[in-house]
């Protein structure tokens, strides 16, 4: 297998990371959040952990709030497998309130116990579980929130402090088991989940979701697709019927646009950070339920949709949303290689631009998967969590271009011949910023951070 820059790190320690920019972005993120020293230059070299299990710069601490296989305090049952996307959502007293999903699909190691009132299919393996912490990081409670869905990759959060899931499946009823039609986004709310139930919100798409964020002066929802094969995924944005309308308004339905940028059949064709796209264009699904055929197979007329492999993270920061193209491979059908691209789009000037793409080390060829889910981070720039083989990190990247290691996963699950570590998900930060909750995807796994974030 040839190295991706996930072994070339784990080899080197993470120090000194050298992960390749074509190009510099000082425009990068701006007005995202106040830049700090560290934001800039990062936390310094990671300390091996002890305990094997977090490695974190000097001054970082953690804290494990979670465990699959655990009883779930609620008692219903035991803590589900397989942890991704997460929000962090603020309570009373300092308290904070997170929502994490669950990517089971059928035969999981944990599935998302069925709950009355919670459960959409009871076939289904995933759902979310809803966390209260105190602000010194003890768990008050953990439960279901969510169940019965399948695949709970990404999501996002709402400006009325709800979670959106995304099932990234197109299963139908009748297949895999399935009684029920599964590849949409259901609302959670991280306070009551009873209050949400189990709903899918059927205009906002059947196909394999990835991530959303909410544009919070319009309510547009932007939606991510990680398809799996040729023609690979969209981006979307869903105009609500009710924008900002709060918990529920969600369900009064709506209009999914597809982005198009005209001449550009795949994003992975453009290379050079900068590079922008003005007035492009949104086209309206012909059918979002899918219901004879995949919305990224349908028909958009003779001037085509513009596709991308592996849409992953998405986040709102400032005036735009920000996506992740994890990585593009022509042997798969793309119509060039790269290692990851950041895209950000404009709502108000309607222009897209590549901000970065992450290319090959000046000796060393990194083919691997790289960005998947991202957030913003305290100090400015984002934070991204990395995906694929050998070692797992997450990483800052300022809003020049510079990486910097945040943590490195020490949790071997595989053999001492052939290692392997559980990628990280769903990066997120507390409200006052001082903490950020993040989670190992196998073992399943919640951690809390803390340190110098804004030092």
């Known amino acids: 297998m040839s190295a991706t820059r996930r072994q070339v790190l784990a080899r080197t320690g993470a ?138 990759c990404a999501g996002g959060p709402t400006p009325w402090h709800t979670w959106l899931t995304c099932e990234e499946t197109e299963l139908r009823a009748g297949e895999g088991g399935y009684t029920k039609d599964h590849g949409f986004i259901f609302e959670v709310d991280p306070y009551d989940p009873r209050r949400t139930g189990a709903v899918p919100l059927t205009a906002m798409g059947r196909f394999q979701h990835e991530a959303i964020a909410v544009d919070p002066e319009t309510g547009t929802v932007y939606e991510t697709e990680d398809a799996f094969d040729k023609p690979f995924g969209l ?53 979002p339920l899918a219901r004879q055929t995949p919305v990224r197979f349908q028909d958009f007329g003779p001037r085509g949709i513009t596709h991308a492999q592996k849409l992953e993270g998405c986040y709102w920061g400032g005036s735009s949303v920000y996506f992740v193209s994890s990585f593009a491979r022509s042997k798969d059908g793309s119509a060039a290689d790269h ?61 020049r271009g510079t990486v910097y290691p945040v943590a490195r996963g020490r949790q071997n699950i595989g053999t001492p011949e052939k290692p392997e570590w559980g990628e990280f998900a769903g990066a997120t930060f507390s409200p006052d910023h001082r903490t950020m909750y993040v989670n190992c995807y196998t073992p399943g796994t919640t951690f809390a951070v803390t340190g110098p974030w804004e030092d």
């Open 15 to 152: 120090l000194g990371v050298s992960i390749a920019f074509a190009g510099s972005i000082p425009e990068v993120f701006a007005g995202t959040a106040t830049a700090r020293s560290a934001g800039r230059h990062g936390y310094g070299p990671l300390i091996p952990d002890p305990a094997g299990l977090l490695d974190l710069p000097k001054g970082f601490r953690y804290r494990v709030l979670s465990r699959e296989g655990a009883p779930l305090p609620s008692g219903e049952g035991r803590i589900p497998s397989n942890h991704d996307g997460m929000a962090a959502f603020p309570g009373r007293h300092g308290r904070v309130h997170l929502v994490r999903n669950h990517e089971n699909r059928s035969k999981s190691r944990v599935p998302v116990p069925t709950v009355d009132g919670l459960t959409y299919d009871p076939a289904g393996e995933g759902g979310c579980t809803a966390l209260e912490v105190d602000r010194h990081h003890r768990m008050l409670s953990e439960r279901v929130a969510i169940a019965g869905t399948s695949t709970n």
């Open 339 to 399: 290692q990851g691209q950041v895209w950000r789009y404009d709502p108000g000037a309607r222009r897209l631009t590549l901000v970065v793409v992450f290319g090959p080390d000046a000796d060393v060829q990194l083919p691997g998967e790289s960005p998947d889910n991202i957030c913003l981070a305290p100090g400015g720039g984002l934070m991204v969590c990395e995906d694929g083989d050998g070692a797992q990190h997450v990483f800052g990247l300022t809003r």
């Open 235 to 287: 981006f979307y944005r869903f105009r609500p019927a009710k924008p900002l309308g709060g918990r529920g308004s969600l369900r009064a339905g709506g209009r999914l646009q597809a982005l198009r940028i005209p001449d550009v059949k795949d994003l992975s064709a453009v290379q050079k950070p900068g590079t922008t796209f003005r007035h492009v264009e949104w086209v309206d699904v012909p059918d």
